[in-house]
């Protein structure tokens, strides 16, 4: 197996992601970025890119532990805000969802995660709303496709630079735009509990997600021919394209059933720029 090369030189590939920042963040009236930063990878770039669109003294960075994260990444995440040079604030999310797995009587791990990824996300809104900006996300193209985020809660954003990155493409871009080595090194983890990772979770290498992924999603390959190019078992590649289509609702907005000729987010959407 190989890793996944740039899809254009990294110069030329910062240079289109801040301008889709710089400029979808303008069009929609606004002049700052908002960025939940975890001290992982992808929420290290997205920092690093907003900070390069709309300025350093434009961009938020909101760290949001739960009791149970490491400090390593709180660590990493302030580290990240450093080399960033923008404002950021630190929110303790225990005290919210403590008391919501008491009032629910919830001791189920995977719940309480999706509570603290929802946690996270309303206080990002909330942020944004005091301080007229955009919510930037960080989910990159593996973890989309695979349905690795929770709906409304990290899944919720409303621009996103990394969407069509591979995780591979996310971690050579991370260097290029100077994210601090250990922050690149560490296994990729949500912290949601001691000791998770994201590759336990999901029963596979990020490396073999992405290039099953690209073979199957970009270049519209057959199963058979990605196992054996790629070496896998077929029923690995399988496993990974029914994730693909289990999760394809994540990656929609609500339907909404049609009744008259022009429908809400179906058909009809007013022209952003009708008025200017």
């Known amino acids: 197996m190989t890793?996944?090369?740039?899809?254009m030189p990294l110069p030329t590939l910062e240079q289109l992601l801040v301008g889709f920042l710089r400029e979808e963040t303008a069009k929609a009236g606004f002049g700052r970025l908002v960025v939940g930063v975890s001290g992982g990878i992808d929420s290290a770039v997205a920092l690093l890119l907003a900070a390069r669109a709309v300025g350093p003294e434009n961009t938020l960075a909101v760290l949001m532990p739960y009791r149970t994260s490491s400090e390593e990444s709180?660590?990493?995440?302030?580290a990240v805000v450093e080399v960033a040079g923008c404002r950021s604030e630190l929110i303790d999310i225990s005290p919210m969802v403590d008391a919501f797995k008491e009032a629910a009587g919830c001791d189920d791990p995977l719940r309480a995660g999706n509570k603290m990824a929802r946690e996270r996300m309303t206080i990002l809104y909330d942020r944004a709303m005091r301080d007229r900006a955009?919510?930037?996300?960080?989910?990159?193209k593996t973890e989309l496709l695979l349905g690795y985020s929770t709906r409304w809660g990290d899944g919720a954003y409303d621009l996103n630079p990394l969407g069509d990155l591979y995780k591979a493409h996310v971690r050579t871009l991370a260097a290029h735009l100077g994210?601090?080595?250990e922050i690149i090194e560490k296994p990729p983890s949500a912290d949601l509990w001691p000791g998770q990772?994201?590759?336990?979770?999901?029963g596979l290498?990020?490396?073999?997600?992405?290039l099953v992924l690209f073979r199957i999603v970009d270049q519209r390959g057959r199963v058979e021919t990605a196992?054996?190019?790629?070496?896998?078992?077929?029923e690995v590649v399988r496993r990974i394209l029914r994730r693909v289509v289990r999760t394809q609702f994540k990656r929609n907005l609500p339907l909404i059933c049609k009744v008259q000729a022009r429908t809400v987010g179906i058909d009809f959407r007013f022209p952003r720029d009708w008025m200017s």
């Open 3 to 7: 890793t996944l090369p740039p899809p």
């Open 74 to 78: 709180v660590r990493d995440a302030r």
């Open 134 to 140: 955009l919510v930037c996300g960080t989910s990159n």
């Open 179 to 181: 994210t601090p080595r």
């Open 197 to 202: 990772t994201d590759e336990a979770d999901l």
């Open 205 to 210: 290498t990020y490396e073999q997600a992405d």
């Open 227 to 234: 196992a054996a190019e790629l070496g896998v078992p077929e």
